[in-house]
């Protein structure tokens, strides 16, 4: 590196800073090597903690405007540049940028010196611009002081067509910190204490951009001829240890606790320890409320988070708080607490939200009895969980109803027994599953494996908290297998679980599945009708081999654009990516125990169909939490009991299952979830974000 160059580097193995002379040193690119990559994400901000002109001195000068000025760099050592500029006559500005080995941390040592004969009156600050790139979609800050913190999403401002005034937050102490995680969970935490009393910090979202400046500014110091001030900041990188405590934000580690904001009394409640370190240490984490919950020791990689689960049984009502501390060798280096509501009253907004009820349909008795129950129901759910009868749309060949008879019984007689309540013949009547809106929905399917057998964990994301449409379904045939299904995802009698996802194929595999499927119907042959495809799986299948043939069923084959996830009683599995009636089928029969997952993607095929679609967002989300399970279940994938899955349903940062719009690319938000066990066919529900609400257990044989 030479001196006086305008493009100035340093890098370590674990991160890489760019510094940038001529803008008064400041530094243009934060860089966390070993944070999460893959090829969707790489040229849309993988990595990156920081991008623009950050940390950049400024000085004012007897009440003038700030003023940046050109610093050039006097020398380079050891993993440290430093640099040194005149900011005004009779001033010299020394500025220190350290990086040291195998750490994610960076230090800036700045001095100011008055070289004049004269007192000078100055006002000293450093301000940040984190460029608002196109990539850059669901970022979060934070700034505050040791006690207190201010919170700002960029993707807040992301509604397209409407205009947006800039967020601002302001605070006022003598300790900064400043927080950012982006939407891969990689972030930054610069932190200071002030050289002098009194420094104001201000952050603002200008909107649009989606870019954001940070900056403080000290109260007016006088230095005299040949004195100097001069003060210390570091810059911490990280890929995934969540928003801080502001009460730790100065500690050698970063830590929090993350555990579901209510319970009951007797009811074990679950949720986890998060620690990251800028350098290699090994600690003890210690999760307490009463007495000690959990204790583990780790050995933490540079930037790295390592995550402790715990499991809590509250004894007593009212608000508990939970601490995590984190020692190294004996020695306090990072705290975190959190507060959880047990046994509460309706009067409080916590707990309405966790107990709140969730709308049901019931049915029972023969084909005909159910059709004529469903066609008769006044408060059915609505879309996209009831089945919405159509009169005179169905056309053929889907009309045939002779053809379902002989084929697909069950629908054909849920149409029959429909007819007579509504005064129509069966051929006039169809069962559509139709949508609530028309916007962008994305969910996620998991195959957990453990003590308690094969669990189908579901989560589904919409793009903000809404519930319409949503509930739960339980369906008692004289025929067939008895099935319960939140929306359309569940678990029958014989343990056959069923959940789906979008697709997310590109436009050219979409065109080719809708001119294939057209010319299937103009021939005169028959599909399965979408609105009931899962009710007809559940209804007829014992296990995921007979699932799948009836899927591929030359008769009545299903028709369907998803991404579908079957898992049965034995533990074998498969995904079925589908569009129209083309299909890719991925068998897991439950090697290794280890996840098997249906999300946002399709594998692309050696024709160039099933190509990921236009929502990149959705396919990188469904990634980057496939890394996560992977990442924190570790080696007790294959090990996971129920509690366990509850854990993984509710932990949060890019990657998380439980997610609120902010903290990952497709932003999305976590609307419901269910666990369909399917050795025992319960049904576990949580309307709305897992780590809010309670999971209530519905049995298919009450």
């Known amino acids: 590196m030479a001196a006086g160059t305008a493009a100035l580097r340093l890098e370590n193995a674990v991160m890489r800073v760019e510094v940038d002379a001529p803008a008064g040193g400041a530094v243009t690119a934060l860089v966390l090597k070993r944070a999460q990559v893959f090829p969707l994400i790489v040229g849309r901000g993988a990595g ?37 500029g005149v900011p005004a006559a009779g001033l010299k500005w020394e500025r220190r940028i350290g990086l040291a080995p195998g750490e994610s941390r960076m230090t800036f040592r700045d001095l100011l010196r008055n070289e004049s004969a004269r007192v ?75 050289p002098v009393r009194g420094v104001g910090v201000a952050a603002i979202l200008p909107g649009p951009d989606r870019a954001l400046e940070v900056g403080w500014r000290s109260r007016p110091l006088r230095l005299r001829p040949g004195a100097c001030v001069a003060w210390d900041s570091e810059v911490l990188l990280d890929e995934g240890g969540g928003p801080v405590d502001p009460a730790g934000a100065f500690g050698p580690v ?116 159910i059709g004529a129950q469903i066609a008769r129901a006044r408060r059915r759910i609505g879309g996209p969980t009831s089945l919405d009868i159509t009169r005179g749309e169905i056309t053929a060949p889907d009309n045939d109803v002779p053809f379902y008879r002989r084929h697909l019984p069950f629908y054909a007689r849920l149409l029959e027994g429909m007819a007579p309540v509504l005064g129509a013949a069966p051929s006039e009547l169809g069962l559509v599953k139709r949508g609530q809106r028309d916007l962008p929905v994305a969910c996620m399917d998991v195959a957990c494996y453990g003590p308690d057998g094969p669990i189908n964990a579901f989560s589904k994301e919409r793009d903000g908290p809404d519930y319409g449409g949503l509930g739960y379904i339980r369906v008692r045939p004289s025929t067939g297998y008895a099935f319960h299904v939140y929306m359309h995802h569940g678990v029958n009698a014989a343990g056959l ?19 294939e499927l057209e010319r299937w119907k103009r021939s005169g042959r028959h599909t399965m009708p979408v609105a009931v495809g899962t009710w007809m799986l559940l209804a007829m299948c014992r296990n995921v081999s007979e699932a799948l043939a009836l899927i591929q069923s030359p008769a009545v084959p299903w028709e369907g654009t998803g991404n579908l996830l079957l898992l049965d009683r034995s533990g074998a599995a498969a995904r079925v990516e589908a569009a129209g009636l083309s299909r890719r089928i991925f068998r897991h029969r439950g090697q290794g125990r280890k996840f098997f997952v249906a999300g946002n993607y399709p594998h692309e095929r050696a024709d160039g169909r099933f190509r990921i679609g236009a929502r990149w967002g959705q396919a990188a989300n469904t990634l980057l939490r496939e890394r996560f399970l992977r990442d924190f279940a570790g080696r007790r994938q294959g090990r996971l009991g129920f509690r366990d899955v509850v854990t993984l349903m509710q932990s949060h940062e890019a990657g998380g299952m439980c997610q609120h719009h902010h903290d990952n690319p497709g932003q999305l938000y976590t609307v419901c979830s269910s666990l369909a066990v399917a050795r025992t066919s319960e049904l576990w529900l949580a309307q709305g974000p897992p780590c809010q609400v309670q999971y209530v257990r519905h049995a298919l044989i009450p």
């Open 254 to 369: 970063l830590v929090r606790a993350d555990f579901a904001a209510a319970g009951r009394r007797g009811q074990p409640l679950t949720g986890f320890a998060t620690v990251v370190s800028p350098q290699r240490r090994s600690v003890a984490v210690t999760v307490s409320g009463r007495q000690v919950l959990a204790r583990r020791e780790f050995d933490l990689g540079p930037g790295q988070v390592a995550r402790l689960p715990v499991v809590y049984t509250p004894r007593i009502g009212g608000t508990v708080r939970l601490r995590v501390a984190v020692t190294d060798r004996g020695r306090p280096v990072g705290t975190a607490q959190c507060a959880i509501l047990v046994d509460g009253s309706v009067r409080q907004r916590t707990w309405r939200t966790f107990v709140a009820p969730m709308p049901e349909e019931h049915y029972r008795g023969s084909w005909e009895e």
């Open 48 to 84: 990156v903690a920081g991008c623009g002109l950050l940390f950049a001195p400024r000085l004012e000068v007897g009440g003038s405007s700030p003023r940046r000025w050109r610093m050039t760099a006097v020398g380079s050592e050891g993993g440290e540049l430093a640099l040194a």
């Open 497 to 515: 679980t069923v959940s789906g996802a979008t697709l997310n194929e590109d436009e050219a595999t979409a065109r080719a599945a809708r001119r």
């Open 120 to 194: 000078l009156t100055l006002r000293l600050g450093v301000a940040c611009r984190q460029d608002g790139a196109p990539w850059r979609l669901t970022d979060r800050s934070w700034i505050g002081s040791l006690r207190t913190a201010k919170a700002l999403a960029t993707s807040s401002l992301a509604v397209p067509g409407q205009p947006v005034p800039p967020h601002r937050a302001r605070v006022s102490a003598a300790s900064f910190f400043w927080r950012q995680i982006g939407q891969y969970g990689t972030g930054l935490l610069y932190r200071f204490r002030a």
